[in-house]
């Protein structure tokens, strides 16, 4: 089991890998766990047109609102990946976290890469569900 540390919004979150990613998988684990409030995302990741679908809220269009959106979540206190998938334009990254005060959840986030090389999102599906 592998772990590192992340901060988003200013909040430490423990992040544990089940598995031992291999940097494509990392880097695209680090990427999708920043729409759980964890990893990390620069504005350059997104496409001008990304979209973010999620289970707790109506869909978002567009780089801002999405970093706006990012902005209001909050960060779990510990995260566990259990499975990473990267093929092609796609990646999916699920497990389990915990949010202080709220429980434990299971995650799963979906990412759809604009260019194959995956160098900028255009599409995030994120569905999270209490235990």
């Known amino acids: 089991m592998t772990e590192t540390r992340a901060k988003v919004h200013q909040t430490p979150t423990r992040i544990n890998f089940a598995c031992d ?12 766990l920043a729409f759980n409030g ?3 995302l620069d504005e350059d990741d997104l496409s001008e047109t990304a979209s973010w679908d999620a289970s707790n809220r109506p869909g978002i269009v567009g780089r801002g609102q ?22 092609g334009k796609a990646a999916t990254v699920s497990g389990r976290l915990t949010r202080d005060g709220e429980g434990l959840f299971m ?25």
Not at 21 to 32: C, D, H, W, Y
Not at 107 to 128: D, G, T, Y
Request: a positive charge; charged letters at 15%; hydrophobic letters at 50%.
């Open 21 to 32: 990613p291999t940097p494509e998988e990392r880097q695209a684990a680090m990427l999708a």
């Open 66 to 87: 999405v970093l706006a959106a990012l902005a209001h979540v909050r960060a779990p206190v510990s995260l566990s990946v259990t499975q990473i998938v990267v093929q």
């Open 107 to 131: 995650f799963c986030q979906i990412l759809r890469f604009a260019p194959a090389s995956r160098r900028q999102i255009a599409q995030i599906v994120s569905v999270e569900q209490k235990e």
């Open 38 to 40: 964890a990893g990390t």
